[in-house]
């Protein structure tokens, strides 16, 4: 869940287990033999998560993620410049493969 809301939420395991017992009762979640939990057929029948996508499904989307995230970081470069420094030399890296890869 942290990965899937980019870290708005750290859940416990005080929340998430209710939660995973509550989405199984209603059909969204099967818990098999071994613990773990996968969607039912009825939810892949849906669309799958209820909670969206685990990520773009192909490079218009995963453009579409990247220039949102863009925005996003350049709102963070005024609001949180701090934040922003000590990310620089990931960003500079980051930068550098995006520009290798549409060369």
Do not use: C
């Not at 980019?6 to 859940?11: E, K, N, S």
């Not at 209603?26 to 773990?36: I, T």
């Not at 996003?72 to 990310?87: G, I, M, N, S």
């Amino acid at each position: 869940m942290e990965h899937v809301t980019r870290g708005v939420w750290r859940p416990s395991p005080g929340s998430v287990y209710p939660l995973l017992e509550e989405m199984a009762t209603e059909g969204v979640l099967r818990r098999n033999q071994d613990g773990r939990y996968v969607l039912t057929e009825a939810a892949r029948a849906q669309g799958g998560w209820p909670f969206g996508g685990f990520g773009p499904r192909n490079a218009q989307e995963a453009a579409r993620e990247i220039s949102g995230l863009v925005a996003y970081l350049e709102d963070l470069r005024t609001a949180q410049a701090k934040e922003f420094e000590a990310a620089r030399p990931m960003l500079k890296n980051t930068a550098q493969r995006l520009d290798n890869l549409v060369a």
